[in-house]
């Protein structure tokens, strides 16, 4: 498994760095696993052209480049779970923070890890490069600690090839005070793959499609795998040893030892 690490070795991003990506990309965020978790009645309902009040934003990432938890009062956890025992890591978003992460999915998956909280919902959302919103959901927090998977549905305006995207996922610690949100942002980039590789890697037993997709730089699509793969087959080594060796080559060390839930 040393292709892993030679070929997805993401370095930290400088906070000089972080400064100048969140100027380029005229960064608003407003904060909003499996999809069967959210809580809109549809698909409509989740899609920001859908006429509602929106929530009041909590304040703009520091960092759009960072995976660590945000927000204005305490950046480690709600105020509400200051009597929970808590859990390391903090909330964290799987996206590597030297780059935008790649994706060659019209409708790609995000991953989010969640820790202890009483609070019972989150809000997922994503936004273009221009701060428009594409995208808005509600999800259930009904088991954490957890990994939650986001999958953009099909009624949503497929990614555009060599777009930049920011996503954010925040825990509404109080629904009256979004402020209050702890929330954590990841960057995605849709790439083009030509229909060759495309069946390739399609074809391809699961070592090899994790080494064709690290050939081409890409990140949300074999993480999507490898967490199918480690909530189904949580003590197959092979498996373990590849979702390790990836989050350590994407600068996630701190969640080489969080598996995901098998069922929820």
Known sequence: MSCIKSLFCYTSISLALASE?????????T???SAATALSENGKRSVYQQARKPSPPPPPPTNPGSSAAGGRRNPAACPQDAVVETTRPSLTAFSPTSKPGLTVAAHPTFLVYVPRTRAE?????LRNRAGQGIYRTTIALSNTPDIISITLPDQVAPLEIDR????????????TDRVADQFVTGIVQRTKVNLARLRQIEQASFRQRLVLYQEDSIW???LALLFELKRSQPHEPDISTA??????AGGLDTMVNVSPARSR
């Open 121 to 125: 919902t989150a809000e997922f959302s």
């Open 31 to 33: 904060i909003t696993p």
């Open 21 to 29: 990506l969140a100027i380029a990309l005229n960064l608003t965020v």
């Open 243 to 248: 979702w390790r060796e990836f989050l350590q």
């Open 164 to 175: 930049t995207y920011v996503w954010s996922f925040a825990i509404i610690c109080n629904p």
């Open 220 to 222: 949300y699509d074999p």
